[in-house]
T-cell receptor, first 114, second 116 residues
Framework: AQSVTQPDIHITVSEGASLELRCNYSYGATPYLFWYVQSPGQGLQLLLKYFSGDTLVQGIKGFEAEFKRSQSSFNLRKPSVHWSDAAEYFC????????????FGKGTRLSVIA | DGGITQSPKYLFRKEGQNVTLSCEQN?????MYWYRQDPGQGLRLIYYSQIVNDFQKGDIAEGYSVSREKKESFPLTVTSAQKNPTAFYLC???????????????FGQGTRLTVV
């Protein structure tokens, strides 16, 4: 069974600083990987996804993620954080094909300070 | 606008009562999902359905029930058997493509259930 680990529960960064959120997955075959963002009391919005091909994936809001098979990782990055990026971020994996349910990590809460 | 609608946004119920959470989508998606979110726990899968009139249990199905009589609708009932029902509930749907690529789950805005 697939699983996702987000090692950092809470991260605080200064506005304008770079950001990296870690995600490690466990799955036997090639996984489908996703990063979602959630504002308080809201649903989840997809930032980016990886299925195959180029291991560096570009998403919305200036985010990118890199798939590293050798490290079973899919870390999310942003070169310069804005105060509006403060939210909770979830990494997710889907195995198999088509409409299989996503398995989520426990999330990383991002705080942005001036 | 296409999307997923969950209602109500906030729901209060007395302990021992069953309650049904609504989830409707107009995206023409085959698959629908229910997740439960608790602080520090991420999202945990309750039930999912990949086709009308069929559904499967997720990781934490005990105390919950669902139906999928229409493609657009996937209501979740929280029964009195659920030991700790107070939580944030999220519904999602996804598109099924034969090449298994370019699929993603779209989420509703959630229902916060409080049982007193």
């Amino acid at each position: 069974a697939q699983s996702v680990t987000q090692p950092d529960i809470h991260i605080t960064v200064s506005e304008g600083a770079s950001l990296e959120l870690r995600c490690n997955y466990s799955y036997g075959a090639t996984p489908y990987l996703f990063w979602y963002v959630q504002s308080p009391g809201q649903g989840l919005q997809l930032l980016l996804k990886y299925f195959s091909g180029d291991t560096l994936v570009q998403g919305i809001k200036g985010f990118e993620a890199e798939f590293k098979r050798s490290q079973s990782s899919f870390n999310l990055r942003k070169p310069s954080v804005h105060w509006s990026d403060a939210a909770e971020y979830f990494c997710a994996v889907a195995g198999g094909s088509g409409n299989t349910p996503l398995v989520f990590g426990k999330g990383t809460r991002l705080s942005v300070i001036a | 606008d296409g999307g997923i609608t969950q209602s109500p946004k906030y729901l209060f119920r007395k302990e021992g009562q069953n309650v049904t959470l609504s989830c409707e989508q107009n995206l023409n998606h085959d698959a629908m999902y229910w997740y439960r979110q608790d602080p520090g726990q991420g999202l945990r899968l309750i039930y999912y359905s990949q086709i009308v009139n069929d559904f499967q249990k997720g990781d934490i199905a005990e105390g919950y029930s669902v139906s999928r009589e229409k493609k657009e609708s996937f209501p979740l009932t929280v029964t009195s058997a659920q030991k700790n029902p107070t939580a944030f509930y999220l519904c999602a749907s996804s598109d099924y493509r034969h090449n298994y690529l370019d699929t993603e789950a779209f989420f509703g805005q959630g229902t916060r259930l409080t049982v007193v």
